[in-house]
């Protein structure tokens, strides 16, 4: 494999359960050293699509490399290629964590001596060499996902794939998180990441993967996601006070187009809309807002995140798709 | 309030797969009995010695379904909430500890009863033969099942209260019942008959288990009785200690069920190499082999599947393992002496049964709690995904696994090896007995290993998969004695010689020639037995171990 071609490919990947359709023709690249973030609905099939990624499950059609490495031929050589985290920890009980890294090193077929170096590399690199000779099971939540990350680090693989590595971590174990995920990328780990928290995503991933009902319905950065899925962007006007929020929300309203969203908070005194509009369009609106003497002093567009994107995606395929099944 | 937890304790069983499947298998197995021994002619057999022959094998054989099955859920009822999380939920509710506690206990005994109330055609059935009084027999056989059920119910809630894990509470379970059950009936059994007061503690604590009070039921003499008359009274002995154990284990249990139970800091992981000296020392000599040094890596010709499983099990470490084996075998040491001294006129015969005996307690009680977890377990924490990720094989998986227990068991196997050594010592002639004996444990240990493993794989619970395993060796071993216990009755000699070909234990008991196996010829028959119990136990293993780790 040359340096130029994709580490992970997939290629029409499917699979079919019985009448579900859990995976429907996937197909996408990843480069070296690249984060991907995998979301999608639950059912989307973001966990299968990982577990034929890591040779755990068989496709039912189309084909997926790892370094150039079919997962379902070669599964020897994957197991060497690929650092899994799966969604449940898999603790031992009765294990400190130094025997825990120790026996999966030993598994993998890592030298005693070269395991020991090893195995304090990669505390150092997670940040968990204080957790040495605790139990496993004694860990908390974060703690226990530095571990698994230790370990899926342990022979060294050039794919980590981490499903759900944010899950149930609180916010600094999260923010710690996302250090440790960018310091892999740093070293050149190509990374698969999927989750649901999407805001975390956004902030490491250099690639957007939306999966929803088996099909990958949008695929790269977040701004190249946004400009495709996506016409409409959405606008805030900030009043002084809230006495004339009804005046404001109803000249928004006469505005814009008849299906228009616009939502007026009290609270925060803004009107929020989404609208397809031009910037030389909106002039008039502000104009408008202006000479009916609404005291405003914001007039801006609210920057499109990761959520977003995901929401319309998910909501404007939702009317046109008939369901399909609901994958695992 | 305490409603809630009945009904939810008694249909979340009832849905089960598992409990459908035990009452279709008690309700056939009751059905055959009657229909095998129903009169096939016209002709009136006034004695009643028919009824009594059916009375008979329908009372040992609930006797057997209840030591059998009881235990298996109330063991897992407390533990399994505390391990889910909801036993947290339900302390922080208004309802008192009696009334959760009465909730489990009720929803449970509620489903047992159940299993009794199947018998209930059958008994009819068998009073309609004629010859058995209803309300000296049946009704008083009833009473004793059912003190019998609500005393293992509390029993096993008291075991599953202080236990950690669902595997260490069903050890602990089953291995009182048997405690209760069977090994109280040693000491009468080679003291009967004989002058002073230790004679008389041992007829008093034989009461402790329901066996002699059903055989008195049954019109059975004794377990093991020399031709003497037993004294009666046993079934009224057995109410009077079920009652009081019953009240002291659901007190105790009561007493746990607190916020307590759950106030337990996370271990901090101290190492002895961090500590003083002193402590260093002082634990080098009550542990041998210190669970809590800091260990090597694993070496490169070892395992790593062997070693971890040696790492994560609490019991099966082997600073608890060389204490029971160094107990087991002074403990065989000193009956071996004590009999060939002539302290005891027990005759080696006998010294060499009990040895059987406590072996044979030693692997059932021990066996299945580490052979079923081996995959199941790991299927359930999710550590079967991560194994599978790794270069590791499915032969070198399982054989890692396999090779953990086998070596536990080969340790097991000394605990009684030092008195038999000494029998042979003592009167050389024994060697050839002895040594087939040991061939018998030697298949009866792996038959027990293999036969959990495969249970194990496939279960998806390692709960489910350990009480099926407790059942069957159960049913194997302790289950076809009640054949014995029926011969010359019951059954003929060579119905029973038939059941117990099936039996490692009493072939074992055989070769020992212990009383009242003398008549019986078990041994080559079983070893061929054993060996393809045990080659089909490998073959299903291994499908399944090698179907596990292919892709899905």
Same mark, same amino acid.
Request: glycine share 8%; charged share 15%.
């Given at each position: ?51 034929? /990624? ?174 495709? =899925? ?99 | ?22 009452? =279709? ?22 004695? @009643? ?14 006797l057997?379904?209840l030591l059998?099955?009881v235990p298996?859920?109330p063991a897992?009822s407390i ?15 208004? /309802?008192?500890a009696w009334?959760?506690y009465a909730?489990k206990a009720l929803?449970t005994l509620?489903?047992a009863s159940?299993?009794l ?13 004629? @010859? ?7 009704l008083p056989l009833y009473a004793i099942l059912g003190a019998v059920l609500v005393q293992y119910t509390a029993l096993a809630m008291l075991a599953s209260s202080c ?9 602990s379970a089953y291995g009182l019942v048997l405690l209760l059950a069977l090994v109280s009936l040693g000491p009468h ?8 007061v230790l004679p008389q503690i041992a007829e008093w604590l034989r009461c402790v288990s329901p066996v002699p009070a059903v055989m008195e039921l049954?019109?059975?003499?004794d377990v ?6 037993a004294a009666a009274g046993t079934p009224g002995r057995f109410l009077i200690f079920a009652g009081v154990s019953i009240a002291a284990c659901a007190v105790l249990t009561i007493a746990r069920l ?93 010294? @060499? ?76 002639? /024994? ?42 060796? @159960? ?78």
């Amino acid at each position: 494999m040359n340096d130029s071609s994709p580490v992970v490919a997939l290629r029409e990947l499917t699979k079919v359960y019985g009448r579900l359709t859990a995976l429907d023709r996937l197909s996408l690249a990843l480069d070296r050293g690249r984060i991907l973030g995998l979301i999608g609905p639950n059912g989307a099939g973001k966990t299968t699509a990982i577990k034929i /990624l890591v040779g755990l499950a068989r496709p039912s059609g189309g084909s997926a490399t790892i370094a150039g490495c079919d997962c379902l031929r070669r599964p020897k050589q994957l197991k060497r290629l690929v650092g899994y985290m799966p969604d449940t920890f898999g603790s031992y009980d009765n294990m400190r964590v130094w025997e825990y890294l120790d026996f999966f090193g030993a598994a993998f077929g890592i030298r005693r001596a070269a395991r020991k170096r090893r195995i304090d590399e990669v505390m150092a690199i997670t940040g968990s060499a204080s957790m040495r000779d605790r139990y496993v099971e004694s860990l908390s939540h974060g703690m226990k996902q530095r571990v698994g990350i230790a370990r899926t680090l342990l022979h060294d693989p050039s794919v980590l794939i981490l499903d759900e590595p944010a899950n149930g971590l609180d916010p600094e174990a999260r923010i710690e998180m996302r250090q440790i995920l960018l310091r892999l990328a740093e070293l050149g780990k190509t990374l698969i990441v999927s989750s649901h928290i999407l805001a975390e995503l956004s902030r490491v991933c250099d690639l957007i993967a939306i999966l929803n009902r088996g099909r990958l319905e949008a695929f790269g950065t977040l701004a190249e996601i946004m400009k495709n =899925v996506s016409q409409q962007r959405t606008m805030e006007v900030q009043l002084v006070g809230r006495e004339h929020l009804a005046t404001a929300a109803e000249i928004v309203r006469g505005y814009l187009e008849s299906d228009a969203e616009v939502v007026p908070s009290p609270a925060e005194a803004t009107v929020r809309f989404r609208t397809g509009k031009a910037d030389r369009e909106l002039v008039g609106l502000l104009a408008r807002l202006a000479m009916s003497h609404v005291d405003l002093t914001q007039f801006r567009e609210i920057p499109t995140d990761l959520e977003d994107a995901f929401l319309s995606v998910t909501n404007s395929l939702r009317d046109q798709q008939t369901p399909t099944g609901v994958a695992s | 309030m305490g409603y809630a937890i009945v009904e939810r304790e008694l249909l979340g069983t009832m849905r089960t797969g598992r409990a459908f499947a035990l009452q =279709v298998a008690t309700s056939i197995a009751f059905a055959v009995l009657i229909v095998s021994r129903w009169p096939g002619n016209a002709t009136v057999e006034l004695s @009643g010695a028919q009824a009594r022959e059916v009375f008979r094998l329908f009372a040992y054989g609930l006797l057997a379904i209840l030591l059998l099955l009881v235990p298996a859920f109330p063991a897992t009822s407390i533990v399994n909430e505390r391990k889910r999380g909801t036993l947290a939920l339900l302390l922080t509710s208004p /309802l008192p500890a009696w009334s959760v506690y009465a909730g489990k206990a009720l929803g449970t005994l509620l489903f047992a009863s159940l299993l009794l109330a199947l018998s209930v055609p059958a008994a009819t059935a068998a009073y309609a033969m004629g @010859g058995i009084s209803f309300t000296a027999e049946v009704l008083p056989l009833y009473a004793i099942l059912g003190a019998v059920l609500v005393q293992y119910t509390a029993l096993a809630m008291l075991a599953s209260s202080c236990a950690n894990s669902t595997d260490a509470a069903l050890r602990s379970a089953y291995g009182l019942v048997l405690l209760l059950a069977l090994v109280s009936l040693g000491p009468h059994y080679f003291l009967q008959g004989k002058p002073g007061v230790l004679p008389q503690i041992a007829e008093w604590l034989r009461c402790v288990s329901p066996v002699p009070a059903v055989m008195e039921l049954a019109g059975h003499g004794d377990v093991g009785a020399f031709g003497l008359g037993a004294a009666a009274g046993t079934p009224g002995r057995f109410l009077i200690f079920a009652g009081v154990s019953i009240a002291a284990c659901a007190v105790l249990t009561i007493a746990r069920l607190n916020a307590f139970l759950l106030d337990r800091p996370r271990p901090q992981g101290i190492v002895t190499d961090d500590r003083s000296a002193a402590e260093r020392w002082f634990r080098r000599c009550v542990f041998l082999v210190d669970p809590q040094r800091r260990k090597r890596g694993i070496g490169p010709l070892a395992n790593p599947v062997m070693v971890k499983e040696f790492r994560t099990r609490r019991f099966g470490r082997f600073h608890w393992l060389l204490r029971l084996v160094a107990v087991s075998a002074i403990v065989s040491l000193l009956l071996t002496y004590a009999a060939t001294s002539g302290t005891i006129d027990w005759g080696v015969e006998t010294i @060499g049964g009990m040895m059987v005996v406590l072996q044979v307690a030693l692997i059932i009680v021990l066996t299945p709690s580490l052979g079923a977890s081996l995959i199941s377990a790991e299927r359930e924490s999710g550590g079967w995904e991560l194994l599978r990720m790794t270069p590791l094989t499915a032969a070198s998986i399982l054989s890692g696994k396999l090779a953990s227990v086998l070596s536990t068991l080969l340790l097991l196997m000394l605990a009684t090896l030092p008195g038999y050594l000494v029998m042979i010592w003592i009167h050389p002639p /024994l060697r050839w007995q002895v040594w087939q004996a040991l061939i018998c444990l030697g298949w009866m240990a792996l038959l027990a290993m293999l036969l959990s493993a495969a249970v194990g794989s496939l279960c998806r619970r390692t709960a489910v998969a350990t009480v099926v395993s407790y059942g069957l060796l @159960g049913a194997g071993c302790l289950g076809t004695m009640l054949f014995w216990l029926g011969r010359g009755t019951s059954f003929s000699h060579s119905t029973v010689q038939s059941v117990l070909t099936v039996n490692p234990m009493a072939a074992a008991l055989t070769i020992i020639a212990a009383p009242g196996f003398t008549a019986y010829t078990l041994a080559p028959a079983n070893w061929w037995w054993m060996g393809g119990l045990c080659l089909a136990c490998s073959a299903v293993l291994l499908v399944q171990t090698w179907r596990l780790t292919r892709p899905q």
